[in-house]
């Protein structure tokens, strides 16, 4: 199993103020745009991102990382195999990922991903 990518995610309620800093300010492209989670980056350059959430989505809380993997059943199995509590998932989301959130041992919520 290889990361692909990790992305930040903050939450905020203020989703507006995300854009005028990041798109605005710094000129990065919005990547991914929910409603409840934008995400921006450079479409160049898939690994510079940052993402600002109401929500995680699902009704979940808002994960301080996300992980993107290429074989999300080697890293469950890895999590599980060093006994890290499974918070959330697996599971196969309506937007095109199946995820599953782990505490890491700094108690940071850490959203674990692959794309379908």
Known sequence: MKVK?????????QI??????????????????HGWITSYGN??????QI??????????DVPDLSIEVDDIE?????????????????????WGVRRFYVRDPFGKLVNILMHL
């Not at 507006?16 to 745009?33: H, S, T």
């Not at 999590?79 to 989301?93: A, N, S, W």
């Open 51 to 60: 993402a600002f959430a109401t929500e995680g989505g699902g009704g979940t």
């Open 16 to 33: 507006d103020a995300a854009n005028r800093f990041y798109g605005e300010v710094l000129g990065l492209d919005i990547l991914m745009d």
């Open 74 to 94: 080697v890293a469950y199995g890895r999590v599980k195999e060093h006994g890290y509590q499974v918070e959330y998932g697996p599971t196969d989301e309506p």
């Open 43 to 48: 479409t160049e350059n898939m690994r510079v």
């Open 5 to 13: 990518r990790i992305v930040a995610n903050v939450s905020t309620q």
